[in-house]
């Protein structure tokens, strides 16, 4: 059963551009959420989509946004790139079954803005 | 606002030794505890996780110890080995909301 696949894995950004980073959940997880990963900060939530609805969004900027397809793969976008937004972005999928479930975390994308 | 505090933020521990890492929660409505451990370029993994209506979960060289009056859970690696080396993330989980604690970067001296 293939995992969680993020694409791309490693990109370099300037100040000011855009960027979108996929994911690919595992098959038949309909809940994906997304991480911001830094030294120090931790796993910082981003949002979670299930069924093409964000049901919860973190303490993030405008800028960080998000959408869920019908299949269920995600997509993050960060616009107007600040250097701050340099991170390791996780990507996670899980069943949903309520209290209990499991996360299912990719390698994730590596930012770098320069 | 931190709703997962952990501590410390890094651990250098000798083989064979116990690891202990602390974490603590304000939030009485969580009802998941789980912990995650990461190694260098991969993303977390689930490594063991508790419910509040156990006070100590074992599986393996990992424990976990819960104290619900206290609202504090701890993770605990016995004879630890260097390929215990890795980061570990507590977490406290309500519904499909989960918070994360900062993480702890643990290194096993050979």
């Known amino acids: 059963k293939a995992g969680v696949t993020q694409t791309p894995r490693y990109l370099i950004k300037t100040r000011g551009q855009q960027v979108t980073l996929s994911c690919s959940p595992i098959?038949?997880?309909?809940?994906v959420s997304w991480y911001q990963q830094t030294p120090g900060q931790g796993l910082q939530f981003l949002f979670e989509?299930?069924?093409?609805?964000?049901?919860n969004k973190g303490n993030f900027p405008g800028r960080f946004s998000g959408r869920q397809f019908s299949n269920s793969r995600s997509e993050m976008n960060v616009s107007t790139l600040e250097l701050g937004d340099s991170a390791l972005y996780l990507c996670?999928?899980?069943?949903?079954?309520?209290?209990?479930?499991?996360?299912?975390f990719g390698e994730g994308s590596r930012l770098t803005v320069l | 606002q931190q709703q997962v505090k952990q501590s410390p933020q890094s651990l250098i521990v000798q083989k064979g030794g116990i690891s202990i890492i602390n974490c603590a929660y304000e939030?009485?409505?969580?009802?998941?505890f789980p912990w995650y451990q990461q190694f260098p370029g991969k993303g977390p993994a689930l490594l063991i996780a508790?419910?509040?209506?156990?006070s100590e979960k074992k599986e393996g060289r990992f424990t976990i110890s819960f104290n619900k009056s206290a609202k504090q859970f701890s993770l605990h690696i016995m004879d630890s080995q260097p390929g215990d080396s890795a980061t570990y993330f507590c977490?406290?989980?309500?519904?499909?909301?989960?918070?994360f604690g900062t993480g702890t970067s643990l290194t096993v001296i050979p």
């Open positions: 996670a999928s899980s069943l949903d079954r309520g209290g209990g479930g499991e996360l299912f």
């Open positions: 098959s038949g997880h309909r809940s």
């Open positions: 989509y299930f069924s093409e609805t964000q049901r």
């Open positions: 939030n009485t409505a969580f009802d998941y």
């Open positions: 508790i419910r509040p209506d156990v």
């Open positions: 977490a406290a989980q309500r519904g499909w909301q989960f918070y």
